[in-house]
């Protein structure tokens, strides 16, 4: 048998660091093992998904040295490896399922989904809805056939008794039965939810080992009897412990940055990265903290990895990358390697139209567009000062513009123009001065070329991260503020578009 293994990203954002934590584990366990290591672009969520977002993450993944051998851009046996190119696939095994009786058409309702839940909650069930639950009368279900009411697919769920299933790290797990409930897996609009199209393309692909976050663990039962209902093997299930931010809590963009284009703009080198994430719930066997990925496959063992939830600390990351950039970069290799990641053309390219008009000679450029070169800025308190915004102004703005940024999707600066200029009318500011805060997080001055179209070069990591790094330096909002600002920005984000 041949080991083949798979990560499998949704391209709704940018690429997360968690993606290339699974994918680093899922492409050791394949090298390790002679095998071959999948990239499947699971992107049946139309509504979420990108070509930019996708193009972002095998840039991303490429850029940290991985290799896969089939993939969207590397065609093999089991293509297409996009799963919206594959949906005849999807319909197909629903039928069959269909036809077998394993799966339902439901014409349930969302209000009438509500409903079934409240029930049940309030009898103190289980939320979880049954076959029992979700039936119609013969005659209703023909009056919406006939209406051409719309109907998603549902699996047959036992309704009671216990689903066992085995995980390499954490041994047999147990999930009541009366805790699953009758999955969705053909949505009304005749797309696959990711349950269905997993479990038929992990066949179809032949993976053999199933590496993925813990997030998926409560999916296994239902994929397993998938897996009985088609009559397959199920491959090998391994859920990896989460990444964790410093305080425990799940990595989020909310308080960590977790694109992997915020630690190569951040000036980390790809290899240190990869060796960071490795160290993630996982170790040499000498306990060795710096190590390539030809070392670490050689080394790999998955029973080593531990599942504690490990946490991504920057700092640390730092000084490993102080490591790598001090006895693995020659001079010539530091030279060429910075003029990469700084003086490219393509990033110049964006830059200096913007301080072409701001520059005299070439010794004003590095004091105009060091901004754009630096992570975060030393800046005071007393930079903040601005004769029409008292201090509570300014750290509200700071506050708003970050929350307002957390949920921002197009990251453009006519968006982000139009964005700040409607938060700061609800809040009652002039656009120029609800800006002079973001100037001062974004470039350290006011005198500077626009903020929005810094922004834009920066980034959504880097522009949330100097944001939260300014509104530390200015004070945050109290815990009772917090509550009282968080409401309040609720109302007024109603106005954003
Ligand atoms: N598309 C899922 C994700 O975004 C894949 C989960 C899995 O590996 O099964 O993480």
């Given at each position: ?28 366990f ?25 193009q ?5 993944l ?12 590397k ?44 029930q049940?909650r ?21 009056a ?26 954490r ?36 993976i ?5 976050g ?37 990595l ?11 630690y190569?703009?951040m ?6 990265l ?5 160290r ?37 990351l ?36 913007l ?12 004091p ?68 002079y ?7 350290g ?53």
């Amino acid at each position: 048998m041949t080991v083949r293994t798979r990560i499998a990203p949704s391209p709704t954002g940018d690429p997360h660091v968690g993606t290339a934590y699974i994918a680093l584990f899922n492409l050791a366990f394949a090298r390790q093992h002679g095998g071959e290591f999948i990239l499947r672009i699971e992107d049946t969520d139309q509504t979420r998904s990108t070509p930019e977002s996708e193009q972002a993450i095998l840039d991303s993944l490429r850029w940290l040295g991985m290799d896969w051998d089939e993939g969207p851009d590397k065609p093999g046996p089991h293509g297409p490896y996009r799963q919206s190119e594959r949906s005849e696939i999807y319909q197909k095994y629903t039928q069959q399922l269909l036809d077998e009786g394993k799966a339902f058409k439901c014409y349930r309702t969302a209000e009438e989904l509500d409903e079934l839940r409240n029930q049940r909650r309030e009898q103190g069930l289980q939320t979880a809805l049954k076959q029992s639950d979700l039936a119609l009368p013969a005659e209703e279900v023909s009056a919406r056939e006939a209406a051409n009411a719309p109907y998603v697919v549902r699996m047959q769920v036992p309704e009671e008794g216990v689903c066992v299933f085995d995980d390499l790290l954490r041994g047999t797990i147990e999930v009541e039965w009366s805790q699953v409930d009758c999955q969705i897996l053909m949505k009304s609009d005749g797309m696959p939810t990711y349950h269905l199209a997993n479990v038929v393309d992990d066949h179809l692909m032949e993976i053999t080992h199933v590496l993925r976050g813990e997030e998926w663990i409560s999916s296994a039962p239902k994929h397993q009897l998938l897996y009985k209902y088609f009559g397959w093997e199920m491959p090998a299930l391994c859920h990896m412990p989460l990444l964790r931010n410093p305080d425990k809590s799940k990595l989020s963009k909310r308080k960590n940055p977790t694109s992997i284009i915020y630690y190569q703009r951040m000036g980390y080198l790809a290899d240190a990265l990869l060796n960071y994430l490795a160290r993630m719930g996982w170790s040499m066997p000498d306990e060795r903290e710096k190590f390539s990925l030809e070392e670490m496959i050689a080394n790999f063992d998955i029973s080593r990895v531990s599942l504690g939830g490990p946490i991504f600390d920057q700092e640390k990351l730092s000084w490993l990358n102080g490591m790598w950039i001090r006895e693995d970069l020659s001079d010539e290799q530091f030279a060429q390697q910075f003029q990469q990641w700084a003086l490219n053309p393509e990033y110049l390219m964006q830059i200096i139209p913007l301080i072409k008009p701001r520059v005299e000679k070439f010794t004003d450029v590095a004091p105009v567009a060091g901004f754009l070169m630096s992570g975060m800025l030393s800046i005071t308190e007393e930079d903040f000062a601005h004769k029409s915004l008292e201090r509570d102004d300014v750290r509200k703005i700071l506050q708003y513009a970050s929350w307002m940024l957390d949920s921002e999707q197009q990251w453009n600066k006519d968006r982000l123009f139009s964005q700040c200029k409607t938060l700061g009318d609800a809040m009652g500011f002039k656009v120029r001065d609800f800006l002079y805060p973001l100037f001062i997080a974004i470039a350290g001055t006011s005198a500077s070329v626009s903020v929005v179209d810094s922004m834009q070069i920066l980034g959504p990591d880097m522009s949330r991260a100097r944001i939260r790094h300014a509104l530390n330096t200015v004070g945050g909002p109290s815990k009772k503020e917090a509550k009282r600002w968080e409401k309040e920005y609720r109302e007024l984000a109603k106005s954003l578009g």
